[in-house]
């Protein structure tokens, strides 16, 4: 999966990406994957229930 017009990914959170909810909910809606740098691999550790939530890739 690739970012386009309704994939974002971010590395954390910021307030400022208050605006890409907005821009999406103006649009065709989309998500915002945060904890994912730019080139779609997971930084980080991010759990639920225990479980990974994205799989990190090889070369990590």
């Known amino acids: 999966m690739q970012e386009s ?5 971010k590395e954390t959170w910021k307030d400022d990406y208050i605006k890409w909810i ?3 909910a103006n649009a065709e809606g ?8 730019d080139n779609g691999n997971a ?3 991010f759990t639920f229930n225990g479980q ?3 799989k990190r890739t090889k070369s990590e």
Not at 5 to 9: M, S, Y
């Open 5 to 9: 017009q309704n994939i974002e990914w």
């Open 22 to 24: 907005c821009g999406f």
């Open 30 to 37: 989309g998500i915002i994957f945060i904890g994912k740098n």
């Open 43 to 45: 930084i980080g550790k």
């Open 52 to 54: 990974p939530i994205f």
